[in-house]
Protein backbone atom coordinates (compact mmCIF):
# COMPACT_ATOMS: atom_id res chain seq x y z
CA UNK A 1 0.00 0.00 0.00
CA UNK A 2 1.15 3.30 -0.81
CA UNK A 3 2.86 5.04 2.03
CA UNK A 4 0.31 7.85 4.26
CA UNK A 5 0.67 10.36 6.70
CA UNK A 6 -2.73 12.44 8.58
CA UNK A 7 -2.76 15.95 9.44
CA UNK A 8 -4.71 16.23 12.34
CA UNK A 9 -6.06 18.90 14.58
CA UNK A 10 -9.05 21.06 16.10
CA UNK A 11 -10.68 23.41 13.49
CA UNK A 12 -9.21 26.39 11.60
CA UNK A 13 -5.85 25.21 13.31
CA UNK A 14 -3.98 25.02 9.95
CA UNK A 15 -4.64 21.93 8.65
CA UNK A 16 -5.20 22.51 5.07
CA UNK A 17 -2.36 25.36 4.72
CA UNK A 18 -0.11 22.92 5.88
CA UNK A 19 -1.47 20.36 3.43
CA UNK A 20 -1.74 22.38 0.32
CA UNK A 21 1.95 23.85 1.21
CA UNK A 22 3.18 19.73 1.81
CA UNK A 23 2.21 18.70 -1.92
CA UNK A 24 4.65 21.29 -3.47
CA UNK A 25 7.07 20.21 -1.52
CA UNK A 26 6.61 16.91 -2.12
CA UNK A 27 6.25 17.70 -6.18
CA UNK A 28 9.55 19.74 -6.50
CA UNK A 29 11.11 16.37 -5.26
CA UNK A 30 9.90 14.65 -8.21
CA UNK A 31 7.12 12.51 -6.25
CA UNK A 32 3.32 12.36 -7.56
CA UNK A 33 1.17 12.97 -4.42
CA UNK A 34 -2.43 12.22 -3.35
CA UNK A 35 -4.66 14.11 -0.98
CA UNK A 36 -7.47 13.04 0.65
CA UNK A 37 -9.60 15.68 2.84
CA UNK A 38 -12.35 13.89 5.62
CA UNK A 39 -15.34 15.96 5.49
CA UNK A 40 -17.05 14.56 8.79
CA UNK A 41 -19.96 16.99 8.45
CA UNK A 42 -20.70 15.86 4.71
CA UNK A 43 -19.77 17.82 1.61
CA UNK A 44 -21.32 18.58 -2.08
CA UNK A 45 -18.94 18.13 -4.82
CA UNK A 46 -21.92 18.45 -7.51
CA UNK A 47 -23.91 21.47 -8.54
CA UNK A 48 -27.23 21.27 -7.94
CA UNK A 49 -29.24 21.06 -11.22
CA UNK A 50 -26.52 19.50 -13.29
CA UNK A 51 -26.17 16.11 -15.12
CA UNK A 52 -24.09 14.02 -12.39
CA UNK A 53 -26.01 15.93 -9.52
CA UNK A 54 -29.59 14.39 -11.53
CA UNK A 55 -27.91 10.46 -11.65
CA UNK A 56 -26.76 11.01 -7.63
CA UNK A 57 -30.16 11.94 -6.54
CA UNK A 58 -31.64 9.44 -8.42
CA UNK A 59 -29.67 6.90 -6.41
CA UNK A 60 -26.56 6.00 -8.30
CA UNK A 61 -23.87 4.10 -6.48
CA UNK A 62 -21.19 5.86 -7.79
CA UNK A 63 -20.98 8.75 -10.58
CA UNK A 64 -17.92 9.57 -12.53
CA UNK A 65 -16.96 12.46 -14.51
CA UNK A 66 -14.22 12.37 -17.05
CA UNK A 67 -13.29 15.36 -18.42
CA UNK A 68 -9.76 16.35 -20.24
CA UNK A 69 -7.13 16.16 -17.58
CA UNK A 70 -9.15 15.05 -14.56
CA UNK A 71 -11.52 12.47 -13.29
CA UNK A 72 -13.73 12.52 -10.00
CA UNK A 73 -15.51 9.62 -8.38
CA UNK A 74 -18.45 10.11 -6.08
CA UNK A 75 -19.42 7.55 -4.76
CA UNK A 76 -22.05 6.46 -2.04
CA UNK A 77 -21.54 4.64 1.25
CA UNK A 78 -23.75 2.92 3.68
CA UNK A 79 -21.51 3.82 6.52
CA UNK A 80 -18.18 5.60 6.98
CA UNK A 81 -15.20 3.88 4.88
CA UNK A 82 -12.12 2.70 6.23
CA UNK A 83 -9.03 4.85 5.44
CA UNK A 84 -6.66 1.73 5.02
CA UNK A 85 -9.39 0.93 2.32
CA UNK A 86 -9.51 4.12 0.65
CA UNK A 87 -5.68 4.25 0.40
CA UNK A 88 -5.88 0.88 -0.79
CA UNK A 89 -7.74 1.91 -3.69
CA UNK A 90 -5.45 5.00 -4.73
CA UNK A 91 -2.59 3.81 -7.12
CA UNK A 92 0.02 5.12 -9.20
CA UNK A 93 1.40 7.92 -6.32
CA UNK A 94 4.19 7.39 -4.04
CA UNK A 95 2.81 9.52 -0.97
CA UNK A 96 -1.02 10.34 -0.01
CA UNK A 97 -1.37 13.57 2.57
CA UNK A 98 -4.91 12.92 4.39
CA UNK A 99 -6.18 15.56 6.53
CA UNK A 100 -8.58 14.33 9.52
CA UNK A 101 -9.39 10.92 10.20
CA UNK A 102 -7.99 11.51 13.79
CA UNK A 103 -9.96 8.45 15.05
CA UNK A 104 -8.12 5.90 12.79
CA UNK A 105 -4.99 4.71 13.01
CA UNK A 106 -1.84 6.17 11.10
CA UNK A 107 0.91 7.91 11.39
CA UNK A 108 -0.36 11.76 12.81
CA UNK A 109 1.06 14.76 12.42
CA UNK A 110 -0.64 17.06 14.85
CA UNK A 111 -1.07 20.79 14.22
CA UNK A 112 -1.65 23.63 17.00
CA UNK A 113 -2.77 26.69 16.62
CA UNK A 114 -3.26 28.62 19.58
CA UNK A 115 -6.67 30.31 20.24
CA UNK A 116 -8.09 27.23 17.92
CA UNK A 117 -6.16 23.74 19.51
CA UNK A 118 -7.87 23.98 23.23
CA UNK A 119 -5.79 21.01 24.29
CA UNK A 120 -3.86 18.50 22.83
CA UNK A 121 -5.32 15.61 20.96
CA UNK A 122 -4.88 11.97 22.53
CA UNK A 123 -2.76 10.46 19.33
CA UNK A 124 -0.54 7.65 21.48
CA UNK A 125 1.74 5.97 19.23
CA UNK A 126 0.26 7.12 16.45
CA UNK A 127 1.94 10.76 16.51
CA UNK A 128 4.90 11.36 14.49
CA UNK A 129 5.28 14.72 14.69
CA UNK A 130 3.70 18.52 15.61
CA UNK A 131 3.40 21.72 13.60
CA UNK A 132 2.99 24.66 15.90
CA UNK A 133 4.11 28.17 16.49
CA UNK A 134 4.58 27.85 19.85
CA UNK A 135 7.28 24.97 20.68
CA UNK A 136 5.67 22.27 22.38
CA UNK A 137 7.71 19.72 24.46
CA UNK A 138 7.55 15.95 24.05
CA UNK A 139 8.69 12.45 22.28
CA UNK A 140 7.82 13.56 18.32
CA UNK A 141 9.93 16.57 16.48
CA UNK A 142 7.91 20.31 16.54
CA UNK A 143 7.89 21.91 13.39
CA UNK A 144 6.56 26.15 12.64
CA UNK A 145 4.21 25.97 9.94
CA UNK A 146 7.18 27.68 7.81
CA UNK A 147 9.03 24.65 8.04
CA UNK A 148 7.85 23.51 5.05
CA UNK A 149 10.82 21.84 3.38
CA UNK A 150 12.13 20.41 7.21
CA UNK A 151 8.74 18.49 7.30
CA UNK A 152 8.60 16.86 4.20
CA UNK A 153 12.00 15.69 4.45
CA UNK A 154 11.51 14.50 7.81
CA UNK A 155 8.24 12.64 6.19
CA UNK A 156 9.98 11.32 3.80
CA UNK A 157 12.22 9.37 6.07
CA UNK A 158 10.29 8.65 8.41
CA UNK A 159 8.19 7.20 5.81
CA UNK A 160 10.66 5.40 3.76
CA UNK A 161 9.13 7.48 0.64
CA UNK A 162 10.93 6.83 -2.85
CA UNK A 163 9.98 8.13 -5.88
CA UNK A 164 8.57 5.64 -8.42
CA UNK A 165 8.29 2.76 -5.51
CA UNK A 166 4.49 2.80 -5.92
Known sequence: ????????????????????????????????????????????????????????????????????????????????????????????????IVEGFKNQSGPKIEVIREGHSPERLSLGEDLIAVVTETPVEGPVPCFAPQEIDSLADFILKRLSVRKGSQ
Open 1 to 96: MTPFVQVVGFSNSGKTTLVKNLIPAFKKRGLRVAAIKHAPHGYAIDIQGKDTWHYYEAGADKVIVVGPESITIHERFVQNPDLNRICSQIHEVDLI
